[in-house]
């Protein structure tokens, strides 16, 4: 009769070909791990009475070997993103150009003089790599990057408004998504809010009074996630700001997005712009690097010199810092721009102004590839906490299944997983947000979803 005296032992397995080749790949210690978790499931099975015939050698590092490949499978893996929403916070927000890529691969791969200055051979700042292009680009006095917008907003008014009171119109404390709460940041900086307005209205007047309350800063924070319409009213960014100059009050802006074009060209809503912001004279603006800029994540810090001076001596300042690839993408993504080569070169810009007629033809190839089908009319999306409402009209791939939450499944099992939407019963696929070189993946994980469906 088999007992579990016939299993083979730790030991035993070991000295086979079999174990010695797991051992290569997956190293000693977390092979020996998986054998011992292999045969403790198979003794559990066997007690339970789910096995009767206890599995030899081969069989048992057979089991091993899935369950290594199962413990060493990334976590983070690439998807194609077939949602037609441009900045998808959930998939990573903006893919990276090719040169912003190259940069953070160089600097990752050996030393770099991120804090050396190489001139005088002595200690140099990590924040003075990115600068140079941001004053040129924006015309600002001064600039720095730390590590996503959040941590900026968090910083700048944690150096420049603790313990004063900050004056924000009651349109503006707006919730960013994942729990983050314009006032909350507020409160944590040490600053004392002074709500003005209503959730609609804001008068000139408001701030007025406000300043006369002793306002002592005001903070204008874009509400990119949602939008008001109706009866609403809000001053020009302009009067604000030379109400508050006048009573040498500085103004804050959080962007939020921060476009660097107007995205008014692309046939969406305008999008309030980095430069918009320092014309009315702001005296500092800060901004993300992963929304409509399409680089890496970052926040961007920049305006008068005073006060950036200010913000970097603080010592937050260390704990939100930028790394080194961060700041080496950040800085090719800005370069783009200031060759006057983003629209070419940068993947969100690009999803942004393709035009119908090649999404059209893209979804063709799809559906002649695929022989399974049809074309509809529909619109895509920039997500990302920005132009809310907003869409452009594109063409998708709308598939009639059986069970279209079913299908939708098996998609996110391939290998990229594909992540599609629905819509009355239909699987829908937007090439806007399909990257060119991930459609062969696209179309194998298709259809072998459709093999087995
Ligand atoms: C998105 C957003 C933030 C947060 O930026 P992250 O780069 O995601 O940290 C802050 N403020 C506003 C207005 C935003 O839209």
Request: hydrophobic fraction near 40%.
């Amino acid at each position: 009769m088999t007992t579990l005296r016939d299993l083979p032992s730790v030991e035993e397995l070991l000295q086979t070909k079999n174990a010695a080749e797991l051992i290569a790949r997956f190293g000693r210690p977390l092979t020996l791990t998986a054998i011992r978790e292999t045969l403790d499931k198979i003794r559990a099975r066997f007690s339970s009475g789910q096995i009767t015939v206890l599995p030899l050698h081969d069989l048992i590092l057979a089991q091993t070997d899935s369950l290594l490949t199962s413990w060493i499978k990334p976590t983070l893996r690439p998807v194609i993103n077939a949602t037609g929403v441009i900045l998808h916070t959930n998939l990573g927000r903006a893919p990276l150009s090719d040169a912003t890529i190259r940069a953070m691969d160089t600097v990752s791969r050996g030393y770099s003089n991120l804090e050396y200055d190489l001139e005088k051979g002595v200690r140099g700042s990590r924040l003075i790599h990115a600068e140079s292009i941001l004053q040129k680009l924006t015309g600002a006095e001064s600039a720095m990057i730390v590590n996503n917008n959040a941590s900026a907003v968090l910083l700048v008014l944690s150096a420049l408004a603790n313990r004063k009171r900050v004056i924000i119109s009651r349109s503006q404390l707006v919730e960013i998504g994942g729990g983050f709460r314009i006032p909350d940041v507020m409160k944590q900086s040490g600053a004392k809010l002074l709500e003005v307005g209503t959730t609609n209205k804001v008068h000139l007047k408001d701030y007025e009074e406000a300043l006369q309350d002793g306002g002592a800063l005001i903070m204008r924070a874009h509400p990119s996630n949602f939008k008001i319409i109706g009866f609403t009213e809000e001053p020009e960014l302009k009067d604000v700001v030379d109400l508050a100059h006048q009573s040498g009050v500085f103004v804050i802006d959080d962007l939020g997005s921060g476009a660097l074009y107007d995205t008014a060209k692309y046939g969406l809503a305008h999008e309030p712009t980095v430069q918009e912001s320092l014309a009315a004279g702001v005296d500092v603006v800060c901004f993300s690097g992963d929304k409509l800029l399409g680089g890496p994540q970052a926040g961007i810090i920049i305006g008068r010199r005073d006060l950036i001076d200010k913000i970097k001596k603080h010592p937050l300042a260390r704990a939100v810092r930028a790394d080194k690839a961060c700041l080496a993408g950040i800085s090719a993504t800005l370069l783009h721009y200031l060759k006057d080569e983003a629209e070419r070169e940068i993947p969100v810009l690009k999803m942004m102004s393709y035009t119908p007629k090649q999404i059209k033809g893209r979804v063709e190839a799809w559906m002649r590839e695929l022989a399974q089908g049809e074309i509809v009319e529909g619109e895509s999306t920039v997500g990302g906490g920005s132009l809310p409402g907003e869409s452009f009209p594109t063409y998708l791939l709308s598939l009639t299944v059986e069970s279209p939450d079913k299908f939708l499944k098996r998609l996110r099992a391939q290998n990229p997983p594909i992540v599609a939407r629905t819509a009355n019963d239909k699987v829908l696929l937007d090439p806007r947000t399909v990257l060119p070189e991930q459609e062969g993946s696209l179309l194998v994980g298709l259809k072998n979803v459709f093999n087995d469906f």
